[in-house]
């Protein structure tokens, strides 16, 4: 159980075009999903927070028109890298969180390496 | 100070070893702690996910919180090649708010 999957896994685009990444709770709905930033041998850096129905909560020094986030149900959100650039490119991961008792629990999903040439 | 650290490594250690892992945190806040593996090219997927201190123990895997010295670990028994991979600790709190580690490369080596 709590499978989050990501579409796509790998994309490739011009410079100047906009790029959505999906991402999906398969088996349950999550409260909260985060999205994800990996720079080579470094670790996550969280982007944004996002909860069903509301707007994303950004991170600091994360452009919020640049990286538009809509969380449309409790099993969906979505990752629009707008105007995309060489230096987005990146390895983008979500996770997904459910409430278990009394405890919240994050589901990474598989990730989604972009490359803007 | 960042608040989650680790010992990026790597870390390099024959079959069969038992491997420690760990790191330190500076929130007292922290609550939670988990560990993530992460192969190359793919998501962190949980291993652990441990509350408060104590000890967690999951086949060949066993978690140690030690809040009092903001030290959390990771121990590897009987070490496999497919262990090889990055680990990422973690910390949150009680709003689940949560900080990773730059992680720990590993290598198992056969």
């Known amino acids: 159980g709590a499978v989050v999957s990501q579409h796509p896994s790998w994309v490739i685009c011009k410079s100047g075009t906009s790029v959505k990444i999906e991402c999906r709770s398969l088996?349950?709905?999550?409260?909260?999903m985060f999205w994800y930033r990996q720079f080579p041998k470094q670790s996550l850096m969280l982007m944004a927070t996002s909860n069903e129905g509301s707007k994303a909560t950004y991170e600091q020094g994360v452009e919020k028109d640049k990286f538009l986030i809509n969380h449309a149900s409790l099993t969906l959100s979505t990752l629009t890298v707008t105007s995309a650039h060489p230096e987005d490119s990146s390895f983008y991961i979500c996770s997904a969180s459910v409430w278990a008792g009394s405890t919240d629990t994050q589901y990474f999903g598989p990730g989604t390496r972009l490359t803007v040439l | 100070q960042k608040e989650v650290e680790q010992d990026p490594g790597p870390l390099s250690v024959p079959e069969g070893a038992i491997v420690s892992l760990n790191c330190t945190y500076s929130n007292s806040a922290f609550q939670y702690f988990m560990w993530y593996r992460q192969y190359s090219r793919k998501g962190p997927e949980l291993l652990m996910y441990?509350?408060?201190?104590g000890n967690k123990e999951d086949g060949r895997f066993t978690a140690q919180v030690d809040k009092s010295s903001k030290y959390i670990s990771l121990f590897i028994r009987d070490s496999q090649p497919s262990d090889s991979a990055t680990y990422l600790c973690a910390g949150g709190d009680y709003g689940q708010n949560f900080v990773f580690g730059p992680g720990t490369r590993l290598s198992v080596l056969p």
């Open positions: 088996d349950f709905q999550a409260t909260t």
């Open positions: 441990t509350y408060s201190s």
